[in-house]
């Protein structure tokens, strides 16, 4: 991985004497009469193009040169770049003065700049016009080679590079390809075993920005995004919108290959992959065949002989970190989930979710065959079995 770096020219001391070095015929004072007759114009065969000077002094062009990207243990040895602008409220510094505004604009507490179809507020304006883009019902970006429409450029310039058969770009230190310079960037940071970013309030470290702001979110006690028809509350806007889709009684992206109709578009294209006749992922220890990723990493792992993933509190090994997780709740002695319409409580959110369940008097599932009505889905799916053994 390389990049280009500008380097600084040299003074005109050290050009002076360079040139003195390198042939002794021409002095620095012959070199200042070759300046001074350029200073006008410099003739061609048949044109003149003027020339200009700052301080009757010789401007040199900045230099490039290759570096490369250095993910070594190994300490580095460039010095530390001043930044023009830094924050006083934080450690936050640039050399960019639209950067450091944009910055200095998430300080501040009220949000001056309202959308008018909705509750949305904001301090950017870059911001305000994206979402205002979400309540424009015409697309102005097509894409020519599928359905896809959208209101923003860049994503549609994301959208294109799924078309892209060819993974240009790679990493110079594993098989890793991509298409993106994005994904190539946060995948050289797993090559990085030193950890920047550090939590203070507990053990948790890594490189990645993103995945350290959610992390911080965690540790705040009180929730800023709340549902307007329950009593959902986040810190996260991500899992809000996916909790509003909850609500929304139509469902507005169907299966084209059965009835099966939802509001979430990942979970659509996980829908989607049951249709499809051909597992393209096989592992070569067994005969194991997937059309998920995600199963198909889970299930590498069970070849996996040593377990890298120990508890600290008793003999248990796992690969899986989610596994681990789910483990250390079990030393938890306090259960923190608790239903607020009983004196239920559990240790495991999903749990406390499954109960919740149980309040709801009216039933999402219903049976088509018999009177079986169930808010549990993996419930309903089990009903459901039963119809086709009775058939058989």
């Not at 790679?170 to 890793?176: A, F, I």
């Not at 089990?382 to 086709?388: A, R, S, Y």
Request: charged content about 25%; some cysteine; hydrophobic content about 25%.
């Amino acid at each position: 991985m390389f990049a280009f770096v500008k380097t600084e020219s040299q003074s005109k001391e050290e050009t002076d004497a360079f040139i003195d070095e390198k042939d002794p015929l021409v002095s620095s004072s012959a070199f200042l009469t070759i300046k001074q007759e350029c200073h006008d114009t410099i003739i061609g065969a048949d044109c003149s193009v003027p020339l200009k000077w700052e301080d009757q002094n010789y401007v040199q062009q900045p230099e490039y040169k290759l570096v490369d990207w250095n993910f070594s243990n190994e300490p580095s040895q460039q010095p530390q770049i001043e930044k023009a602008f830094t924050c006083t409220q934080c450690n936050y510094a640039t050399n960019n003065k639209y950067c450091f505004k944009e910055h200095l604009v998430t300080h501040k507490t009220s949000k001056d700049l309202k959308c008018a179809h909705c509750d949305y507020a904001t301090n950017s304006k870059s911001h305000l016009k994206t979402h205002l883009s979400t309540h424009k019902i015409s697309k102005d970006f097509y894409c020519t080679q599928c359905d896809y429409a959208t209101n923003h450029k860049s994503t549609l310039k994301r959208h294109l590079l799924k078309h892209q058969t060819s993974k240009d770009i790679r990493c110079n230190l594993c098989d890793y390809a991509t298409k993106s310079l994005s994904y190539l960037k946060a995948h050289m940071l797993t090559h990085k075993t030193s950890k920047d970013l550090k939590c203070a309030q507990c053990d948790y470290a890594t490189n990645n920005k993103t995945h350290f702001r959610m992390h911080l979110l965690r540790h705040k006690t009180s929730k800023v995004l709340k549902c307007y028809h329950c009593d959902y509350a986040t810190n996260i806007i991500g899992s809000l919108r996916k909790h509003l889709l909850l609500h929304k009684s139509l469902k507005d992206l169907k299966c084209t290959h059965c009835t099966y109709a939802t509001n979430d578009k990942l979970v659509l294209r996980r829908h989607l992959l049951r249709h499809t006749a051909s597992k393209n992922l096989k592992c070569d220890l067994c005969d194991y065949t997937t059309i998920s990723k995600v199963y198909f990493k889970t299930h590498l792992l069970s070849h996996q002989a040593d377990k890298d993933l120990k508890c600290a509190r008793c003999k248990y090994t796992t690969d899986d970190q989610s596994h681990l997780k789910k483990h250390l709740v079990i030393h938890r002695m306090c259960k923190d989930f608790k239903c607020d319409r009983c004196d239920f409580a559990t240790r495991y959110k999903c749990s406390l979710i499954k109960h919740l369940l149980t309040h709801k008097t009216t039933k999402d599932f219903k049976c088509l065959q018999c009177d079986f009505a169930s808010n549990n889905k993996s419930y309903f799916k089990l009903h459901l079995l039963t119809h086709e053994t009775s058939v058989d």
